[in-house]
């Protein structure tokens, strides 16, 4: 019986091993961080997460006099849109929705947000439209745009606020 | 023996089910040497040259389409490629395909903005009430029918406007609320001409017409459209923006107009009613630190003459503090208004104030939203120009149910006393809302 529960214990201590070296394999794909990518000659590099929620609200509409800011966001069901409606956000979507109409309908802006349907446009309208600026998976930024630091972090930073 | 090995069965059941748990993808990798390329680097390598193949094979489509559109002019009916099959592309519902610009393939090498490119919005509301009050009549109505109208003429000029049906006893009122062009220096300095919602307070400038942007059925009675206690609306040239201020996030509007003509409550469309200019000047802030605060106040200056001969100066002061979030929301706005008459140097201060707090609920898919108000208003008896305007205390209880993303339905219990020693009046009131 002793030779058993000195098994089960072995077993026991093993599972436990096993379970902590693949909790963070699992838990990898959800951590990803997303990028705050924009064309390359946007004359910003680092942004403070309350800069780039102004600058997502339409409250701040151009990098420079000559510049203007244009918007770009993953369509619904796009990890990207979750994170931006989360943390940038911080509204569901419906609330999204209304935030611009409300925002166009006050005179406030002009537009929407430009919606893409994968990171592979976002990116190819990043490089092509001066001023435009996305949310990107990191994995999937391609060279020709360039990535912003926000709150002075890197995607894969510690401490990075987009993940 | 046996239970050695039942353990070790439930070993890698165990094993096997956390396995199972992770994506696909991390199932299958080995750890690459060091140099070597991962497993995991060369599947994402695999799949972009997947979409890079599927974007050349659109191109392709698209430059038939186009060879062959040569040959036939396409109609205007003609919709644009849809994207390549194998690019993930969620199908836009009708609820994605509001407020926002869809971004194909197709346009991407075509992205130069197109001017002028006009967007219309539509907003309506209809309406049920009853009261308690002798002589009123409970029943239907149609709301205002409001059209708004946005078109960027230039990378840095762009107009708006918006236009109101409501309904009278034998006609539709048709009436033009706002019509805006402005010139977009930078975030700074942004000027416009034209017609606006004075940038009195918070309600006045952010709200406008339609009934489903605001969460309960009425505006508060010192902002109603057709009241005097303020000038809703503004005819001249403002200019607004942002005030370098770091994370204080202030911002500005200053305008000069016409302010009020001879019917206090409309603006001077068609031309002032005296040769004073009216301003206006208005600051807010918006701290960073929380998000959904703002806080602002302003000043208007006008002369009134409501009859050839009778002149009136007006100041009106203003302060609003609104958390304009819905868990909860909060909307608190203050005004006095100062009249002094210019013959007698006699003078009447009016104040108002309206408190409203709301709170989407959680449950039940964040539909409902309960909301509470109280709005006073108190006019000396003898002001001679706010003839229109009645004493108030009253009080709104009411839930707004979002039907969809684009219509709400609305009821609301008032009790409310109008004048001096009034007896209190209760009131029921529906309304559904909707954008279009």
Known sequence: ?163 | MGSRWLLLLLFTLTTSALLAQSPPQSQSPPPAAPGEPSVQSLLDRIQQLENRINQLEERDRQREAAQASIAAPPSPAETPAAPAAAIPAPTPGPAAMHGEDHVSMGEIRDTERRFPSLQIRGFGDVDFSATDQKGSISGFNLGQLVLHLASPLSEKVSYFGEVSFTAQPNAYDLSVERTIIRYDYNDYFKLSFGKYHTPIGYWNATFHHGAWLQTTIARPEMVQFGGTFIPVHFVGLQAEGNIPSGGLGLGYNVGVGNGRSSFLSKAGDSGDSNDNRAWVANVYARPSRFYGLQVGASVYRDKLTPQPGQNFGEWITAADLVWAKEKPEFLAEYANVHHRDEATANTWDSQAFYVQLAYRLPWWQSKWKPYYRFEYIHKPEDDPTLLNVLDLSGSTLGVRYDITNYAAFKGEYRNTRHGVDQPRVNGAFFQTSFTF
């Not at chain 1, 990518?37 to 929620?53: E, Q, Y």
């Not at chain 1, 947000?113 to 990116?123: M, R």
């Open chain 1, 1 to 163: 019986m002793t030779a058993h529960w000195k098994f089960a214990s072995r077993v026991f201590a093993l599972s436990c091993l096993c379970l902590a070296l693949l909790s963070p394999l699992a838990a990898q794909r959800h951590d990803v961080d997303i990028a705050v990518v924009v064309h390359p000659d946007t004359p910003v590099s680092n942004l403070s997460l309350s800069d780039v929620r102004k600058v997502f609200l339409g409250d701040r509409q151009y990098w420079s006099t000559n510049v203007p800011v244009v918007l770009l966001i993953r369509a619904p069901v796009a990890r990207e849109r979750d994170v931006v409606l989360k943390i940038i956000y911080q509204m569901s979507e419906s609330q999204f929705k209304q935030y611009w109409i409300a925002k166009i309908f006050r005179a406030e802006a002009a537009t929407a947000p430009k919606v893409v349907y994968s990171n592979d446009i976002a990116n190819q309208l990043i490089t092509a439209i001066p001023g435009a600026i996305a949310f990107v998976d990191s994995k999937d930024v391609r060279p020709g745009t360039k990535v912003l630091r926000v709150d002075g972090r890197l995607p894969g930073e510690p401490g990075y606020p987009l993940r």
